[in-house]
């Protein structure tokens, strides 16, 4: 199974500064068929499901604000909050879904300082 | 709109059953593979199994393998997941997931308690 790992475990950011998460996969996510990275970010606020906020490693889903972005490719791949704001407080997993089994990272909670 | 409702969680005793269902609406279910992904409290995301779009090819975690069975009714536009043999570590919200070539679509979950 390929294994995600992310850093850091948690982050405090005051508002309106950066915030960056690393995921690290154990294999490349690269899918040859489709020349892209089989890699999702998603947010989880507390009693709620996933989000997915970027899928592809860098492709942003419909609705969400563009003070997220994803980036990297092959195993390394980073989140970026530009501008934390107070509603972004949650906690963030990246997920590749090369192949099955999907694996998940264990998660960064991001809170404000 | 999409939406994806899942049911059926609850409490059980150890060794007991429970069929969840997902149900589908805002998308002709047959054109996706579906997974069901679950998080115990407290926890993190663990994938469950996958069902394809038309039902003939079921793979799961080693953790569940010969207890749990997903399933797919298209006329419905359902998903299902059977859970035999349950264990206190089986206790977790399972989401249902619709998958477009990625995870795009996720159900509110449910919850389900396995103590005696």
């Known amino acids: 199974d390929i294994v995600m790992t992310q850093s850091p475990d948690s982050l405090a950011v005051s508002l309106g500064e950066r915030a960056t998460i690393n995921c690290k996969s154990s294999q490349s996510v690269l899918s040859s068929s489709k020349n892209k990275d089989c890699l999702a970010w998603f947010q989880q606020k507390p009693g709620q499901p996933p989000k997915v906020l970027i899928s592809w490693a860098s492709t942003r889903e419909s609705g969400v604000p563009d003070r997220f972005s994803g980036s990297g490719s092959g195993t390394d791949f980073t989140l970026t909050i530009s501008s934390l704001q107070p509603e972004d407080v949650a906690v963030y997993y990246c997920q590749h879904y090369y192949t099955t089994p999907w694996t998940f990272g264990q998660g960064t909670k991001v809170e404000v300082k | 709109e999409v939406k994806l409702v899942e049911s059926g969680g609850g409490l059980v005793q150890p060794g007991g059953s429970l069929r969840l269902s997902c149900a589908a609406s805002g998308f002709i279910l047959s054109s996706n593979w579906m997974h069901w992904v679950r998080q115990a409290p407290g926890k993190g995301l663990v994938w469950v199994s996958r069902i394809n779009a038309d039902g003939s090819s079921t793979i799961y975690a080693d953790s569940v393998k010969g207890r749990f069975t997903i399933s797919r009714d298209n006329a419905k536009n359902t998903l299902y997941l059977q859970m035999n043999s349950l264990r206190a570590e089986d206790t977790a919200v399972y989401f249902c997931?619709?998958?477009?070539?990625?995870?795009?679509?996720w159900g509110q979950g449910t919850l389900v308690t396995v103590a005696s």
């Open positions: 997931i619709r998958s477009s070539g990625y995870p795009d679509y």
